[in-house]
């Protein structure tokens, strides 16, 4: 290991510190999910500061899994085409933009995944009183809508929401669903403390 290590280009290792532990972190995302823990994986991490990439129902470019992806392309792409006879400067561009294409895919798969879990015969009305977790941040006050996930029905879906609440509810947090309105968006309030100022 020691040897490989030592055998990398110093933009190679860098690369590798990119590649190495955000793969991991897929990884373990994966086996949460797979063994029905974590909410997806995503809620096990801190993602504080997720933010949505475009209002309403567009895609969330900057979510854990989406980041995590990311950089495990660049990572693994960048140290594989410092290998071949390109520059190094073209190497990191193509690495970077691979990047940024798996970025925005995994957000697209994402919604489209999204779509389907909310298209099926789920009745957002059996989601009130139930508690979910805050996967995308709720402004305060209505102001933007976030994201939840919970299960219901026996299934695993992502709801927009909102909240009434003054303070945002952040990543990760856990709140309550008190009501749906009329487009079918939540609104949700936190459970003890779970807000930010």
């Known amino acids: 290991m020691i040897n490989w290590w030592n055998s990398l280009t110093t933009t190679q290792q860098i690369f590798a510190l990119i590649a190495i532990p955000s793969t991991v972190v897929i990884i373990i995302q994966t086996i949460l ?8 994986g995503d809620a096990d991490i801190d993602s504080d500061g997720v933010v949505d990439g475009v209002d309403g129902d567009g895609l969330a470019l900057f979510s854990v899994r989406g980041i995590m992806t990311m950089l495990a392309v660049m990572g693994w792409s960048g140290m594989a085409l410092l290998e071949t006879a390109l520059p190094e400067g073209v190497s990191i561009l193509i690495a970077v933009v691979l990047g940024l294409f798996m970025l925005v ?7 489209l995944i999204s779509k389907l879990q909310s298209s099926g015969n789920i009745d957002v009305g059996n989601t009130i009183g139930k508690v979910a977790q805050v996967y995308i941040p709720i402004a305060p006050n209505g102001e933007k809508s976030g994201k939840v996930t919970l299960t219901v029905q026996e299934k695993y879906a992502e709801f927009n929401a909102i909240t009434t609440a003054n303070q945002t509810l952040r990543t990760g947090a856990y709140v309550r669903v008190v009501a749906v309105d009329e487009s079918g968006t939540l609104v949700v309030e936190p459970i003890g403390g779970n807000t930010e100022k």
Do not use: E, N, R, V
Request: hydrophobic letters at 60%; a neutral charge; charged letters at 15%.
């Open 33 to 40: 999910l797979l063994i029905g823990l974590g909410d997806g």
């Open 105 to 111: 895919l995994m957000a697209y798969i994402m919604k």
